[in-house]
Nanobody, 115 residues
Framework: QVQLVESGGGLVQAGGSLRLSCAASGSIFSINVGSWYRQAPGNQRALVAT???????NYADSVKGRFTISRDNAKNTVYLQMSSLKPEDTAVYYCHALINGMEYWGKGTLVTVSS
């Protein structure tokens, strides 16, 4: 079975940086589209960034210029580099991926930005 495992979440001060990782394990041919979503209490889950198999990326306006999504195909891993973090970035961040024609979600990792 395929599994997505997020790591890198934690507590960081405003203005700081943090890198999240999403590692896919199991029977994997490739990650087609990899994405990061986030959800804060009382809010809907929202798309943060997406990266295609060809390396094309897209970002939500709220994080554009501050976050960078990338991938390492050899490691079957998708990353989210977050810089200039703000308290409003506090949320549970979820990895999502299309792998071998199937859709998968990670269980989430909590990012807390203190002021």
């Amino acid at each position: 079975q395929v599994q997505l495992v997020e790591s890198g979440g934690g507590l960081v001060q405003a203005g700081g940086s943090l890198r999240l990782s999403c590692a896919a394990s199991g029977s994997i041919f490739s990650i087609n589209v990899g994405s990061w979503y986030r959800q804060a209490p009382g809010n809907q889950r929202a798309l943060v960034a997406t990266i295609s198999s060809g390396g094309n990326s897209n970002y939500a306006d709220s994080v554009k210029g501050r976050f960078t999504i990338s991938r390492d195909n050899a490691k079957n891993t998708v990353y989210l580099q977050m810089s200039s973090l703000k308290p409003e970035d506090t949320a549970v961040y979820y990895c999502h991926a299309l792998i071998n024609g199937m859709e998968y979600w990670g269980k989430g990792t909590l990012v807390t930005v203190s002021s």
